[in-house]
Nanobody, 124 residues
Framework: AVQLVESGGGSVESGGSLRLSCTIS????????MGWFRQAPGKEREWVAS????WQTRYSGSVKGRFTVSRDNTFYLEMNSLKPEDTAMYLC?????????????????????WGQGTQVTVSS
């Protein structure tokens, strides 16, 4: 079975940086996309950034210019200039398709597998 495991979360002060990692095991699909999402208490899960199956990167407006997403055998989220409003549980997700067409992971509806999450807390 496919497993995603996030790591790298923690507590930092405003303006600080963190690097999240998502290790992937058991992946059997060739066409996949990866996405980072976050969820704060009492709020809906929010898309943060993703890498399409075409390797194109995408960012939400709230993190563009501050966060950088990348993937090789591991999926990363480099977070700089962190703000208190970035505080949330961060989850990585994998989407896959058997169809001969590209897919994006910029929506939770496209995610087929989720990790358990890693907490990021930014203090002012």
């Amino acid at each position: 079975a496919v497993q995603l495991v996030e790591s790298g979360g923690g507590s930092v002060e405003s303006g600080g940086s963190l690097r999240l990692s998502c290790t992937i095991s058991g992946n059997r699909w060739d066409t996949t996309c990866m996405g980072w999402f976050r969820q704060a208490p009492g709020k809906e899960r929010e898309w943060v950034a993703s890498v399409d199956s075409t390797w194109q990167t995408r960012y939400s407006g709230s993190v563009k210019g501050r966060f950088t997403v990348s993937r090789d055998n591991t999926f990363y989220l480099e977070m700089n200039s962190l703000k208190p409003e970035d505080t949330a549980m961060y989850l990585c997700g994998l989407g896959y398709t058997f169809l001969p067409e590209p897919i994006t992971c910029s929506s939770a509806s496209k995610i087929d597998r989720w990790g358990q999450g890693t907490q990021v807390t930014v203090s002012s």
